[in-house]
T-cell receptor, first 109, second 117 residues
Framework: AQRVTQPEKLLSVFKGAPVELKCNYSYSGSPELFWYVQYSRQRLQLLLRHISRESIKGFTADLNKGETSFHLKKPFAQEEDSAMYYCALRMDSSYKLIFGSGTRLLVRP | GAVVSQHPSWVICKSGTSVKIECRSLDFQATTMFWYRQFPKQSLMLMATSNEGSKATYEQGVEKDKFLINHASLTLSTLTVTSAHPEDSSFYIC?????????????FGPGTRLTVL
C-alpha cells in the first residue's frame, strides 16, 4: 500500500542551523512528491513540489527514487520557519494526496 | 491567489444531531473538492473526493451514509455529518482543485473543528 513516512514528530534547531526534515515513501509507480507547510493558526499551503525543482523560502527537496526519499532541507533555519511540515505523495494519474504524519519544526532564537 | 473558505470554523453539537459544513472556492471554479479529517497530532486522512454534479467517491472505511457530501456547484461542496457521535469529533478540512488535470494544485480551507457532546 502507498505510504508516506515522516519519522520525526518534532525537530528543534537553533536559528542559523541547517535543517533536514525527512520523508520516505512507498509506491511502486511514478509519484509526485510535495511538501506542505502549516504555520500557527493558518491553513495548509503548498511549499514545494518535486517537479518544480524550485527553492522556496530557502527550502529545497530532491526526489531520490533509489532511496524513495524526498527530504526537505534548508541551510540556515530562521525563526519564522517554525511550523508543521507535511510530506505528501500523489500517485500517477490520481488526484489523491497521501500525507505523512507531519513534523513540527521549532527554530529557537 | 486561490482561496478556499469553510463555514463554520467551529461547531459544537449534541450527540445524535446532524451538522453541515460548507466549503467554498471564492475566486475560482473547483472541478474537484476533497474532504479530509485530521485527528489531534495526526495527519490528514482523505475521506472523499467530490466532483461537481456527480456522486462523491469515498475512501475505504468511510461511511457514505454518515458523511453525506454534496457538490452542487463549481464553488460549493457540503459535508453533512449525520447522527453525530462523540467519536466524530475532529478537524475537518476541505480542499479544492481547479482544472481537470491531476497535477493541478489543491488549495486548502482553514478547517472546521467539530465537537460532539
Amino acid at each position: 500500500a502507498q505510504r508516506v513516512t515522516q519519522p520525526e514528530k518534532l525537530l528543534s534547531v537553533f536559528k542559523g542551523a541547517p535543517v533536514e526534515l525527512k520523508c520516505n515513501y512507498s509506491y511502486s509507480g511514478s509519484p509526485e512528491l510535495f511538501w506542505y507547510v502549516q504555520y500557527s493558526r493558518q491553513r495548509l499551503q503548498l511549499l514545494l513540489r518535486h517537479i518544480s525543482r524550485e527553492s522556496i523560502k530557502g527550502f529545497t527537496a530532491d526526489l531520490n527514487k533509489g532511496e524513495t526519499s524526498f527530504h526537505l532541507k534548508k541551510p540556515f533555519a530562521q525563526e519564522e520557519d517554525s511550523a508543521m511540515y507535511y510530506c505528501a505523495l500523489r500517485m500517477d494519474s490520481s488526484y489523491k494526496l497521501i500525507f505523512g504524519s507531519g513534523t513540527r519544526l521549532l527554530v529557537r532564537p | 491567489g486561490a482561496v478556499v473558505s469553510q463555514h463554520p470554523s467551529w461547531v459544537i453539537c449534541k450527540s445524535g444531531t446532524s451538522v453541515k459544513i460548507e466549503c467554498r472556492s471564492l475566486d475560482f471554479q473547483a472541478t474537484t473538492m476533497f474532504w479530509y479529517r485530521q485527528f489531534p497530532k495526526q495527519s490528514l486522512m482523505l475521506m472523499a473526493t467530490s466532483n461537481e454534479g456527480s456522486k462523491a467517491t469515498y475512501e475505504q472505511g468511510v461511511e457514505k451514509d454518515k458523511f453525506l457530501i454534496n457538490h452542487a456547484s463549481l464553488t460549493l461542496s457540503t459535508l453533512t455529518v449525520t447522527s453525530a457521535h462523540p467519536e466524530d469529533s475532529s478537524f475537518y478540512i476541505c480542499s479544492a482543485k481547479q482544472g481537470f488535470q491531476a497535477y493541478n494544485e489543491q488549495f486548502f480551507g482553514p478547517g472546521t473543528r467539530l465537537t460532539v457532546l
